[in-house]
């Protein structure tokens, strides 16, 4: 079956860092990707997605690609500011049942960003 | 515009008992997901219903059901509660269509569930 697997956490960062949180996928087919993300106290919502190989996504400076060579989808920032401190999620849907809205979540890794 | 509603946001329950929890999506959304969080498994896909009919499942036992009406809204029920059912239950929506798009999911805080 499919699977997502994502850094362990947590990541402790000072502000202005650079971030990286791997994420590698095991899958059928052509699977769309996503990153989500969790601040405290909120639902989860959605960063960015990619819906095919070599796509990027990006979203308040986050980026990821979508590598099919390397099943990979890594999430990158270039400088983390404190409000970025958050549990974020890869996840991914392959469209079975005809529905792009059956996730396969990774475990989440949370980042924390100090001044 | 409203967020996907979930109540309710707190329950404890014993064992054998069941549960009913509610889910009121985005106004327009037809899609309403469930999904289980827990410490150990993560999140893990329950179902997934649009325009009433159940399009997805995930490898859950059939204690788990659930089910929507006909204005989007959607309930899942737990029967014969046993203390590994204690979870944080999230429900997402999402404007979805017959033909299936990639669209972004909606979650709702949760609905948080103690099985004593």
């Known amino acids: 079956g499919d699977s997502v697997t994502q850094m362990e956490g947590p990541v402790t960062l000072s502000e202005e860092a650079f971030l990286t949180i791997n994420c590698t996928y095991t899958?059928?087919?052509?699977?769309?990707l996503f990153w989500y993300v969790q601040y405290p106290g909120e639902g989860l919502q959605l960063l960015l997605k990619a819906t095919k190989a070599d796509d990027k996504g990006s979203n308040k400076g986050f980026e990821a690609t979508y590598r099919k060579e390397t099943t990979s989808f890594h999430l990158e920032k270039g400088s983390v500011q404190v409000s970025d401190s958050a549990v974020y999620f890869c996840?991914?849907?392959?469209?079975?049942?005809?529905?792009?809205?059956?996730?396969?979540f990774g475990k989440g890794t949370l980042l924390t960003v100090n001044p | 515009k409203a967020g996907v509603t979930q109540t309710p946001r707190y329950l404890i329950k014993t064992r054998g008992q069941q549960v009913t929890l509610s889910c009121s999506p985005i106004s327009g959304h037809r899609s309403v997901s469930w999904y289980q969080q827990t410490p150990g498994q993560g999140l893990q896909f329950l179902f997934e219903?649009?325009?009433?009919?159940?399009?997805n499942k995930g490898n859950f036992p059939g204690r788990f059901s659930g089910r929507q009406f006909s204005n989007s809204r959607s309930e899942m029920n737990v029967s014969t509660l046993e203390l590994g059912d204690s979870a944080l239950y999230l429900c997402?929506?999402?404007?979805?269509?017959?033909?299936?798009?990639?669209?972004?999911?909606?979650f709702g805080e949760g609905s948080r569930l103690t099985v004593l």
């Open positions: 899958a059928t087919g052509y699977p769309s």
């Open positions: 219903y649009f325009s009433e009919t159940q399009r």
């Open positions: 997402a929506s999402s404007r979805a269509t017959l033909a299936g798009d990639v669209g972004e999911l909606f």
């Open positions: 996840a991914l849907s392959d469209g079975s049942g005809g529905s792009n809205y059956k996730l396969t």
